[in-house]
């Protein structure tokens, strides 16, 4: 609930009063009592003592000894009522004075020192009291509008973007938004009828400020900066986001093998090898700003804009995978291939391992940086005949033969 403002003021004594207007503006020239369009309220005059309480309230020193109360008529007894009337120099209680209750004036009965701070803790008068909002009230006929602060708090300042390559994030610091308020004043004139009033009641004024939200801060993101995206409130004055570089690195490129059967062991070897890779892509982050709102949801204007900022994390490994040829490819992480080999010495430009023969396979290959993002595949089928040798000749026999030529 926004803050509101409670109007209080003396009861007119004299017996003809009807009723009171209140007028308001947001500057201080309400000299004219015919400006009808200030009139925010009418209240109806109390006809009898009408008991009104305030707290807290900061006495206003006349002398060293005399301070006053911003009311007259102090009730401390009626209709068998008692109304307590507390002070309190610097916090702590005080009993050492008189109260003169028809001028409102507290005399001490020591002087006060000039930087101490009075104050009335509790205390009632004879008075009318209002709010200045549309909440009913007995006697209050209401024209608004509301008095609020409309005012948006001033945009964040000094906003940063700092890079931590190591956990792929970023850092947006700034500066504590600063809070602006309104200022309203207010008189009051009393009338008898609608010809006769009295004159306008001094000026007073309320500096009215809302309090920022719970999370004050709204920060949003935007590619192009023109389409803006709210990604976060915050109760601090920083946000971290993570994940920045998302773009894969490039594939594995020269992929080729050689293959060598080993008859003797009805097996192969297979080497794989390829290009050495190329630099990891670099990634650009988004465009950030940074509003604050108060407990009442008015937003400020947006900061200055951060970013965007050039992020690049770097190869981690290369990993294989391979599996038996059935005209698909291997997956990066399903359960259709194996994970032969993490490789994360990337001056390694060679994979060598042995294969029993007669099969075909598929090896897949990929780049992965220290985000996690990962390359397009790269792969290669590999066909490895039947490396066993025939059978050794068994049943040999000879024999002689005489061959007789004619």
């Known amino acids: 609930m926004p803050n509101r403002v409670r109007l209080t003021w003396d009861r ?10 209140v007028f308001r503006d947001e500057q201080p020239n309400l000299d004219n009592r015919n400006n009808r369009d200030k009139v925010v309220m ?7 003592v009408s008991p009104v309480t305030i707290r807290k309230e900061i006495l206003q020193r006349e002398t060293e000894k005399t301070y006053s109360l911003a009311h007259t008529q102090i009730l401390i007894e009626h209709n068998n009522t008692s109304y307590p009337f507390k002070i309190a120099i610097d916090d702590i209680d005080s009993v050492d004075f008189t109260l003169d209750r028809e001028h409102g004036k507290v005399i001490f009965d020591y002087p006060v020192s000039e930087t101490s701070t009075v104050v009335a803790l509790e205390y009632t008068f004879d008075g009318v009291q209002a709010w200045d909002y549309d909440v009913e009230e007995e006697g209050k006929k209401y024209y608004g509008p509301e008095a609020k602060d409309t005012t948006p708090p001033s945009p964040p300042q000094n906003v940063t973007l700092e890079r931590d390559v190591g956990e792929n994030r970023i850092i947006i610091r700034w500066q504590a938004a600063e809070l602006n308020g309104k200022r309203l004043y207010y008189r009051i004139d009393a009338a008898i009828d609608e010809q006769r009033y009295s004159k306008l009641g001094d000026l007073r004024s309320v500096f009215l400020r809302e309090a920022l939200a719970d999370r004050p801060y709204v920060v949003e993101r935007s590619e192009d900066g023109v389409r803006w995206t709210e990604i976060a409130k915050t ?4 946000f971290f986001e993570y994940s920045i570089d998302r773009k894969a690195p490039p594939a594995i490129r020269g992929l080729d093998y050689n293959l060598i059967l080993q008859p003797s062991q009805s ?8 290009s050495a890779l190329l630099e990891d892509n670099s990634s650009s982050t988004s465009m950030y700003r940074i509003r604050a709102r108060n407990k009442v949801g008015i937003v400020s204007d947006p900061s200055a804009v951060v970013g965007p900022v050039e992020m690049k994390v770097g190869i ?13 490819i291997p997956s990066y992480a399903g359960n259709d291939a194996t ?7 990337l001056s ?11 099969t075909k396979l598929v090896y897949g290959l990929w780049v992965v940086d220290k985000a996690g993002n990962y390359s397009p595949i790269s792969f290669v089928q590999v066909t490895v005949r039947d490396a066993t040798p ?10 002689e033969f005489h061959i007789v030529s004619g």
């Open 348 to 358: 390694q430009l060679t994979f060598t391992e042995t294969v029993g023969d007669n």
């Open 42 to 48: 009418i209240v109806d005059h109390p006809k009898h």
């Open 390 to 399: 025939p059978a050794t000749p068994t049943g040999i026999q000879t024999n």
């Open 316 to 328: 981690e490994k290369v990993i294989i995978r391979r599996k038996t040829d059935d005209g698909t």
């Open 339 to 345: 994970t032969i080999s993490v490789i994360t010495d």
């Open 12 to 21: 007119n004594q004299d017996v003809e009063t009807e009723h009171y207007r």
């Open 235 to 238: 109760k601090t004055n920083e």
């Open 267 to 274: 097996q192969a070897i297979v080497e794989l090898s390829w």
